[in-house]
């Protein structure tokens, strides 16, 4: 007699997951950002491992962002933006890649300590950041290699800690390049993409993914999207001004959080966590 099998109940690290996902989501399809410090430390509290939260961060980055690039309108910004968009790209991929070797080399405490003060410079950055009036934008030789430079820091920054860049990447186009914020921000979701998929295959392939890490990832990706939807239809209605207090106060209270775990053992560093949490990932 054939076994039936029983399809997997969710369990409550699903619910939390999917829970915290939607108004990430909401955020990513107001401002344009990734939401990779927003959900950083969903996964790491549910995770309990920096490497395997980095992994899971960049593949619901990439399917956060492909939806956000879609429903913002990336592919129909004007040609000189997208010639810019692509030179990012092209800095972004062996950026992304070095970012994700040196992650696997470097102490989990450290990238937890160096998120969480990333987490809380950008939050700064937030708060006192005034941007200037956006004027015409024509690329040329100059704008090239400024974008070759950008994209290769952020992409650098995306592998190494999993996260999408675009509150690094969003200034730095209109600073730098003088796009207006809402170009700036569709074009980040644009330029994500690349750099988060070599990322995340990177960490794949170095063995730094679980099943369990793919289950939360698509929870938080999928239901991210269903957020993005949401916060498209919002764009029109929401001010730069609210927006901006909003996001730094959630990256101060991710930065506290991160912080806090600094204090627990990685599951990788600790034999007795490592067996439980490999019994755990095990299961069907």
């Known amino acids: 007699m054939k076994s039936v099998s029983i399809p997997r109940k969710i369990s409550r690290d699903d619910l939390v997951a999917g829970i915290a996902a939607l108004p990430i989501g ?64 092209v ?79 969003i200034p730095a186009l209109i600073l730098i390049f003088g796009l207006p914020a809402i170009v700036a921000g569709t074009i980040s979701s644009l330029v994500s993409l690349p750099q988060q998929i070599v990322g995340f295959l990177t960490h794949r392939q170095m063995g730094q993914t679980t099943r369990r890490t793919l289950r939360l990832a698509v929870i938080m990706g999928l239901v991210g999207v269903v957020g993005v939807g949401l916060g498209v239809a919002l764009l029109q209605r929401t001010t730069n001004v609210t927006v901006t207090r909003i996001l730094a106060f959630l990256m101060l209270l991710a930065a506290a959080r991160i912080a806090w ?17 490999s019994s755990r990932d095990a299961e069907p």
């Open 26 to 89: 909401i955020v990513a399809g107001v401002t344009g950002v990734g939401g990779g410090e927003y959900r950083a430390p969903v996964l790491l509290s549910l995770l309990r491992n920096v490497r395997w939260t980095i992994a899971g961060n960049l593949l619901a980055g990439v399917l956060v962002g492909i939806s956000t690039a879609l429903l913002r309108g990336a592919l129909s910004q004007p040609f000189d933006t997208l010639l810019l968009a692509a030179t990012m790209m």
């Open 91 to 169: 800095g972004s991929l062996p950026g992304a890649y070095g970012g994700a070797v040196l992650a696997r080399r470097t102490p989990s405490k450290w990238l937890k300590g160096l998120l969480a003060a990333i987490l809380v410079t950008t939050a700064l950055r937030l708060l006192l950041f005034e941007s200037p009036s956006p004027g015409p934008f024509s690329f040329g030789l100059e704008q090239a290699v400024l974008g070759l430079v950008v994209g290769l820091g952020i992409g650098l920054t995306s592998g190494l800690l999993g996260v999408a860049g675009g509150e690094y990447r």
């Open 261 to 277: 775990e600094i204090r627990s053992p990685d599951v990788t560093e600790d034999p007795a966590m490592s067996g439980a949490s």
